[in-house]
Antibody, heavy 120, light 111 residues
């Protein structure tokens, strides 16, 4: 079964750092781009960035460039999303998703989501 | 404000047909990029419903269908069921942003 399993919920304070993960299984993880998508409370889905695990080629949405870092460790089929200094506005659900082989294509499957809560 | 525009909500009675629109611009849907649709229940992983405008992945009922014309697309759901109550999102690619964009989402209520 093709699936992405994300790390568990996190509660952090403003200014703290955080790295969440997304582990793929059931397919050739290194050969498909992995995207990160944010959903703020009560809001819609926003594409944050995308990484190709084979060579760690990474692209960011202009809205998230410089705000987060996306990385991957192909040896353990895992992609990461990290913050160096969290803000309250980073409180959201974060999803990873595999992009189809077509560059302009769809995302499937998705991880179950990681809830990040930033509060003092 | 999302790049793709969807109505915030739609509703219908069981058995009825509803449509959800997704309006883009000349840098995304209007430029010829395909539209994809997702069903999302809060707290769960979004589910791909329609890819490449009108194709259903394996396991998606044929009650769900998609279409695209010009800079807009639509998702139609026929024979509405209580289990269809969820949020629905369209998605495409945008050449101005050099990235993927979503609609703001539409909440479907089954009356």
């Amino acid at each position: 079964e093709v699936q992405l399993v994300q790390s568990g919920a996190e509660v952090k304070k403003p200014g703290e750092s955080l790295k969440i993960s997304c582990k793929g299984s059931g397919y050739s993880f290194t050969n498909y781009w992995i995207a990160w998508v944010r959903q703020m409370p009560g809001k819609g889905l926003e594409w944050m960035g995308i990484i190709y695990p084979s060579d760690s080629d990474t692209r960011y949405s202009p809205s998230f460039q410089g705000q987060v870092t996306i990385s991957a460790d192909k040896s353990i089929n895992t992609a990461y999303l990290q913050w160096s200094s969290l803000k309250a506005s980073d409180t959201a659900m974060y999803y990873c998703a595999t992009k189809s082989s077509s560059w302009f294509g769809w995302f499937d499957p998705w991880g179950q989501g990681t809830l990040v809560t930033v509060s003092s | 404000q999302s790049v793709l525009t969807q109505p915030p909500s739609v509703s219908g009675a069981p058995g009825q047909r509803v449509t959800i629109s997704c309006t883009g611009s000349s840098s995304n849907i209007g430029a010829g990029y395909d539209v994809h649709w997702y069903q999302h229940l809060p707290g769960t992983a979004p589910r791909l419903l329609i890819c490449d405008n009108n194709n259903r992945p394996s396991g998606v009922p044929d009650r769900f269908s998609g279409s695209k014309s010009g800079a807009s697309a639509s998702l139609a759901i026929t024979g509405l069921q209580a289990e269809d109550e969820a949020n629905y999102y369209c998605q495409s690619y945008d050449s101005s942003l050099s990235g993927w964009v979503f609609g703001g989402g539409t909440k479907l209520t089954v009356l």
